[in-house]
């Protein structure tokens, strides 16, 4: 589309002149040239929005300010500037990230919970773009006052990405989201907090042989050796159902959106995994959607299998206390989690390729799960 040129706008005739991106000049028959951004509304309604007259809005300006509605417009808000509260700005970020579907249920929540504790009651209710780097470092250092160094730095990091995407919404001018940035730095180094786990062979033979004996709920030991066996998170492993195993092939296809990444992940099947299933199917199989560990196996098959029949972490986490006490501290005390840095540590030390590790642990980011797609996911090297 040909764009206007500041030398041909004096002499257009009347009628409407666009430039292109919704702006146009339009020619009303006294002469008067008034610039003006035509859209449709989220009810696809045709929309005219004035935005200036020529020659006093020029241009160049009026391209600038059809940018900005425009950009206002693609993300949901008004074309006019309104009053935007923190917490306004907040709620659409977070609607943002719902419909981008990347993130996992349990972040979002996670965000959405830190908002509401920490942030939402201090600085909620004011004007975003009156905020005040001292009043944000403040806030996060009060945060960290209480010992809670890590949430601290995590709560910076959401003040940041709120004041970013209020830049990009047109909400704040540009380079306002500087007193966000980088909050961090105004508070005490956060020493990492490593999941509790072991990597010495004997310990390990005798946690997994204490699981073998725990004489709870026999579908939660099960459950508990299954995430052991295939380097899974608990909560695949907890949401797992029987129509997901592919026991021809030895395959257990996690769909997307049970991963952490949203995106599917194959894991081959051991001998030892393939065992455990054929032990729990007796105690839980109730058709292809039924849970394959289900926090109730005291009943009959089926009856407590249901939507609601998730295991939490605590209860998987049951069995490793348990062996921890018994053992009088001989056998170590473990996290869910500490099983994947147990894999991970030893299969590094047995010099495995970094590659084929990465990916059994689902770590691998897009650019390089789409680098070897070529190899089938290394399916056949991590069997």
């Not at 920490?118 to 009156?130: A, C, D, F, S």
């Not at 009060?142 to 995590?154: L, P």
């Not at 959106?257 to 007796?282: D, F, G």
Request: glycine fraction near 6%; include cysteine; proline fraction near 4%.
């Amino acid at each position: 589309m040909k764009k206007l040129r500041k030398r041909e706008i004096a002499s257009l005739g009347e009628g409407y002149w666009s430039d292109g991106h919704g702006l146009y000049l339009r020619v009303y028959p006294t002469g008067t040239r008034t610039w003006v951004f035509r859209y449709r509304d989220g009810n696809s309604h045709d929309c005219k929005e004035k935005l200036g007259e020529y020659p006093e809005m020029t241009l160049a300006q009026a391209r600038e300010a059809c940018a900005q509605m425009r950009q206002r417009v693609i993300n949901g808000f008004p074309v006019r500037e309104v009053t935007w509260t923190f917490a306004d700005v907040a709620q659409k970020w977070h609607e943002h990230r719902l419909a981008g579907k990347e993130l996992s249920e349990r972040h979002l929540s996670t965000v959405q919970q830190r908002l509401k504790t920490y942030i939402l009651p201090k600085i909620g209710k004011r004007q975003i773009e009156e905020l005040k780097r001292v009043e944000l470092v403040q806030l996060v250092q009060s945060i960290a006052a209480r010992g809670k160094i890590e949430t601290a730095n995590r709560t910076a990091g959401i003040i940041a990405q709120v004041f970013a995407y209020a830049e990009d919404c047109w909400i704040v001018e540009s380079g306002h989201g500087i007193v966000a940035a980088t909050l961090s730095r105004a508070l005490p180094t956060a020493h990492p907090q490593h999941f509790a786990t072991t990597d010495d062979p004997a310990k390990i033979g005798a946690l997994m042989r204490a699981i073998e004996r725990y004489s709870g709920s026999r579908t939660s030991g099960l459950a508990l050796r299954f995430v052991a066996y295939t380097m899974t998170r608990s909560g695949e492993v907890r949401r797992a159902r029987w129509q997901e195993i592919d026991e021809a092939n030895a395959m257990w296809t996690i769909p997307a959106e049970h991963m952490k990444r949203r995106r599917i992940h194959k894991v081959p099947l051991s001998r030892q995994a393939r065992a455990i299933l054929e032990q729990v199917r007796p105690l839980t199989y109730n058709g292809p959607d039924s849970l394959i560990f289900c926090r109730d196996d005291s009943q009959p098959r089926g009856r407590a299998n249901t939507h609601g029949g998730e295991f939490s972490d605590y209860a998987l986490l049951r069995p490793l206390y348990q062996a921890h006490e018994k053992s009088g501290g001989a056998i170590p005390k473990i996290t869910l989690h500490g099983f994947r840095s147990m894999a991970s540590t030893i299969l590094n030390s047995l010099h495995w390729d970094k590659e084929i590790i990465e990916m059994q642990l689902s770590h691998m980011d897009a650019d390089r799960i789409r680098a070897v797609y070529n190899h089938s996911e290394y399916l056949e090297e991590r069997r």
